[in-house]
């Protein structure tokens, strides 16, 4: 599996943008899929995991109630939807698949076998 993330860019302080992961190469329905973020100098950090039916998702403390991960297997596609941007949000952005993550252990990079190129999310104040 080959992911592809993109969507990224400039916005203001409450607005919105919506992260696409498109994926080829593979069974996108037997991945975990997860979104995480990386600030300069920083350890990457989770954001968002969603399971294989799309039936169970997780969100970081930090982000709860503003983002929203889906996807779409029919798609080949898992989505980041952001909404009331916060400066703090300001990084790269990551998606990442596991073919073994599951719930318990979806917030471990190392849980996840491919990852996407990531896309720069830059937020002003």
């Known amino acids: 599996v080959q992911l592809q993330a993109f969507g990224g860019g400039l916005v203001q302080a409450g607005g919105s943008l919506r992260l696409s992961c498109v994926t080829s190469?593979?069974?996108?329905?037997?991945?975990?899929m997860g979104w995480f973020r990386q600030f300069p100098g920083k350890e990457r950090e989770f954001v968002a995991y969603?399971?294989?039916?799309?039936?169970?998702?997780s969100h970081a403390d930090s982000v709860k109630g503003r983002f929203a991960i889906s996807r779409d297997n029919a798609k080949n596609s898992v989505w980041l939807q952001m909404n009331s941007l916060k400066t703090e949000d300001t990084a790269v952005y990551y998606c990442?698949?596991?073919?073994?993550?599951?719930?318990?252990?979806?917030?471990?990079?190392?849980?996840?076998?491919?990852w996407g190129q990531g896309t720069l999310v830059t937020v002003s104040s």
């Open positions: 990442a698949g596991g073919s073994t993550v599951e719930m318990a252990t979806r917030r471990a990079p190392s849980k996840y076998d491919v």
């Open positions: 190469g593979g069974a996108f329905s037997t991945y975990g």
């Open positions: 969603i399971s294989r039916t799309g039936s169970s998702t």
